[in-house]
């Protein structure tokens, strides 16, 4: 059996995507700056992409504006946040400690130039408290950002709580929502947020293209100059293909969101009660309120790299942590943010899913995990000790 099971990696492109791209690739090739028809034809269906992206969550096509993705999308609104708030003398930036690295790069970066950042702790469910963010605004904040899902342990953040305290306190909120759209519905208006980041290979389109929602609240700062496209912000001929191709993937999952998540959470619900039977192992974030398609267990007494290896020589194709940080030997700041220790956040496991995987896949994925973590411990050192009582056993 071969399973796909790294969706908050990316996914695979939908039919709907793909075909849509196909016809503006073979047919709609003009520029949609050209004043002919041949390149009206093309701004046409830059603006219906335009108007069916905002409408997926609940804004003005006035206020998408189309990115090379998640992360420059993330760049984007920090800076100009940070930028404009500077103009007021407004120098103090709010995060959390469990947002993406491009949200917490581009904050080291702000930093560096002068800027105040404070990083907000979850708790060891894996949520920020609405109050603590409150309690962290000054009269100098120029931005509070919080993710709305987060990419590793999937757990959904009070957004519209934390929206509500900004708009009464004035400050500008932005969330990096390229986990959720397409997964939770969202509508920026009802939410209160003012700027807002997806992505497109997270919900079945192609990748490299991207969102930032921005309302009139931060006037943005530009990323490329030249000409006039996207309002002047980010010059450069549309990728129209990527971007119709974009919009056809969110329009069709938003219009099946809720049968989507019902029949995602049933498998969420399986695996969790599966993996829960593995002796010392533990949930990482909130059982309920995580994305539909994210499990993610620690596991004493092994490796998370060895446990990827032996579960993709079995077929599956999983994650422990996010893409950026594997490879490298340090744990996740997700799951040290959580209170987990450095010895049990090595070993964990990241099993991300659509609706598309059956209940008999779930099983594999249970029986997998459990022959691999057993084989593992089986010649583990650590284990070992654990199992004599030279060591403690943290889970
Ligand atoms: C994937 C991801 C990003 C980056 O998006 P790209 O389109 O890959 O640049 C940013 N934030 C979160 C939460 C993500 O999951």
Redesign the pocket.
Known sequence: MNIYADY???TPMSDTAINAMTNIMKEIYGNPSSLHSIGQRAAEYLLQARIDVAEAIGADFKEIYFT???????NQALVSAAYFGRLKGKTHLISTTI?????LHTLNKLEKEGFDVTLVEVGSDGIVDPKKIEEAITDKTALVTV?????EIGTLQPIKEIGAICKEKGVPFHT????AVGHVPINVKELNVDML?L????FNGP????VLYANKKVPLTNVIEGGAQERGKRAGTENLAAIVGMAAALKEAVSNIEENASKTIERRRQIIEGLSKIEHSALNGDPGKRLPGNVNFCFEGIEGESLLLLLDSKGIAASSG??CTSGSLDPSHVLLAIGRPHEVAHGSLRLTFNEELTAEEADYLIQSTKEVVEYLRSISPVWDELQKGELKYVI
């Open positions: 908050a990696a990316t090379s993705g998640g992360s420059e999308a993330d947002e993406h690295h491009a949200i993710m709305f899902a987060n990419n990096d929502a390229v986990q980041s992505s497109s290979h997270k990748k490299g293209i991207g996010s893409a």
